[in-house]
């Protein structure tokens, strides 16, 4: 008995000075939190001014001349832009590791981490976007200017082949152009590809685009004249043209008759409907089949 009252005693007279410790430890743990969420409120900030700046500095834009030199621009910035978000992820990562315990401790804290986190991503994602769309209009530039400059080209290439195809010996030589055409075509076709996918990222090159369809058009077909030439005798040449041209005049007359009928159809179709119209006005019935 004597025992119990003695650890009652010492608990009464070790209670007043356990209580103010303890108070301590959670003003601590208060302060702790408080930092901890105000630093992640930097890196909030930080990231924010980011996206901003990213969103200001690389345009791309019809007011804007997009050249070859104005893209190297946009890349150094994205560059910067880039080193910039790196040094933030691995602040922010050094950061929350050292403090994860106590992030894993606060419902709050783990929630603001997680929307940082989702801050990051978005940014990261958008300097990605931005780096692509940059590699997609250097690729168009450099395909505009292969296909725009070898237009003409083509057409003397044409004449070449064209020429050697008239005679039998000069077989090896044309065929050695044919080659070195296709090979050139399938640059062509490959550049052709990245413009339309820049194209498709970059909506306002679309005017551009047109012009490079046009030009694409005409080179399709000349290489495709190229690849078909080959050694005839004169002979075979004369019924190849003839051919064509009775191709050709039996087209015409093909839609010379379809326009005719046409024309027929709607005179028909115009008499009836005036008599009808008289019909009704003197009184007639109108219930007559119409063409």
């Known amino acids: 008995m004597q025992i119990i009252k003695t650890i ?29 969420e105000s630093r992640m409120m930097e890196y909030a900030d930080n990231l924010t001014q980011l996206a901003t700046v990213c969103d200001m500095q690389i345009l791309f834009s019809d007011a804007t001349p997009l050249t070859s030199s104005y893209v190297q621009v946009l890349n150094e910035k994205i560059e ?24 894993a401790d606060n419902e709050e804290l783990m929630t603001l981490m997680a929307k940082v986190q989702q801050m990051k991503q978005t940014v990261a994602d958008t300097i990605a976007s931005k780096k692509q769309k940059c590699d997609a209009l250097a690729d168009f530039i450099k395909a505009e200017q292969l296909i725009l400059s070898i237009d003409t080209t083509y057409h003397t290439l044409y004449k070449k082949a064209f020429k050697l195809s008239l005679l039998e010996k000069l077989g090896p030589q044309l065929e050695k152009i044919k080659a070195k055409e296709q090979t050139q075509f399938a640059q062509i076709q490959e550049c052709y590809a990245k413009a339309q996918k820049a194209n498709e990222l970059v909506p306002v090159l679309s005017k551009r685009m047109e012009v490079i369809d046009d030009h ?15 050694y005839k005798p004169l002979i075979q040449r004369i019924k190849d043209y003839l ?44 219930d007559y089949p119409s063409i």
């Open 80 to 103: 910067k832009l880039n080193s910039n978000y790196q040094s933030i992820d691995i602040r922010w990562n050094t950061f929350t590791q050292a403090m994860q315990i106590e992030i």
């Open 243 to 286: 051919i064509g041209l009775a191709c050709v005049a039996v087209l015409l007359l093909f839609i010379n008759l379809a326009v005719s009928k046409y024309k027929a159809f709607k005179t028909a179709r115009a008499q009836m409907k005036k008599y009808n119209e008289m019909m009704h006005k003197n009184g007639g019935s109108t």
């Open 8 to 36: 009652l005693l010492w608990g009464i007279i070790l209670l007043p000075l356990t209580a103010p410790a303890q108070i301590t430890d959670d003003s601590v743990v208060d302060s702790l939190h408080a930092e901890i």
């Open 216 to 230: 694409y058009s005409n080179i399709q077909i000349l290489s495709k004249k190229i690849q078909e030439l080959e």
